[in-house]
């Protein structure tokens, strides 16, 4: 018996070995991924651009010419002429209150929020009648979105003109909730992120900016 005691002694050595190594490779790993998202939502935050663009002009091939029936020239619409594509950059949202100038891609999958604010396709384009969703991520974009309240103002800025909004209303409501996305009678923003801003792991309510039009150029 005595001589198996090394041997022993050798095996748990082995084992305590390779745990720890797999403990020392797993939280690399997750303090490399995590860190990368912290990082590139901190660039994004702090810079706000996927590129560098210039919302002042309207590059013409924005533009959609069509047949005026009353002089039979051709002219080119003032507001939305071409619904952008999935992906596509689409503005910025500048938060006075934040000091923040974020990028606004179109559409809201996971793929459009890891490269700014996402646009909800199924609403309207902002500074039009109704109801335009914008959602972000609360550890990336949103992270200090709880400090922006009522009376604070949330302009975005897209070719087809500058809008900016009024903080309204601040709500707290279910992951599932859909009175957000109802239809509104007069040209509203909605921005999401998810609640609460602390939480450690899936979020389950949604922190949502309610916000009027007060101003269009």
Known sequence: MLTNQPKKKKNIQRFFLTFSVVLI?????????????FVKGYLLYKTGNVEATDFSSKPESLFVAHSDKHTSKETTHSEYPKTPEIGDL?????????????????????????????HFAQSVMPGENDNSVLSGHRDTVFREL?????????????YSGTFTYKVRQVRIVDEDDRTVIVPKPRATLIVSTCYPFDYVGYAPDRYILVADLVSSN
């Open 25 to 37: 490779v797993s939280g690399l790993w997750f303090s490399t991924t995590s860190t990368a998202t």
């Open 90 to 118: 689409m503005g910025e949202l500048i938060i006075p209150k934040l000091e923040a100038t974020l990028p606004i891609i179109h559409g809201t999958d996971e793929d459009e929020l890891e490269k700014g604010v996402g």
């Open 146 to 158: 709880g400090d922006v309240g009522k009376g604070d103002l949330l302009i975005v800025e897209t």
